[in-house]
């Protein structure tokens, strides 16, 4: 897809998350899954993470201390705490 939008999902595997992740895969966006560290444990969350991983999504694993911030121009920054 030309100029596809670059997209960042915060809770990529939740009720509607899930949904929204599935749909920008689908439109070939470059999809970014922020999700916790603790969805990997959740069977059901870890299959869905595997298929979104196939789908081309890039995970990004967070726990309750991480921050972020998006700016202006788009970029996104991670606080890792």
Wanted: net charge positive; aromatic share 8%; proline share 4%.
């Amino acid at each position: 897809m030309a100029n596809s939008s670059r997209i960042l999902i915060i809770g990529g595997t939740g009720y509607i998350g899930r949904h929204i992740s599935k749909a920008s895969l689908a439109l070939g966006h470059p999809t970014f899954l922020l999700v916790r560290e603790s969805s990997a444990s959740n069977p059901e969350k870890a299959k869905l993470l595997e298929s979104f991983k196939a789908s081309g999504a890039i995970i990004v694993h967070v726990s309750s201390l991480s921050a972020f911030q998006i700016k202006p121009n788009g970029s996104v920054h991670f606080i890792f705490l």
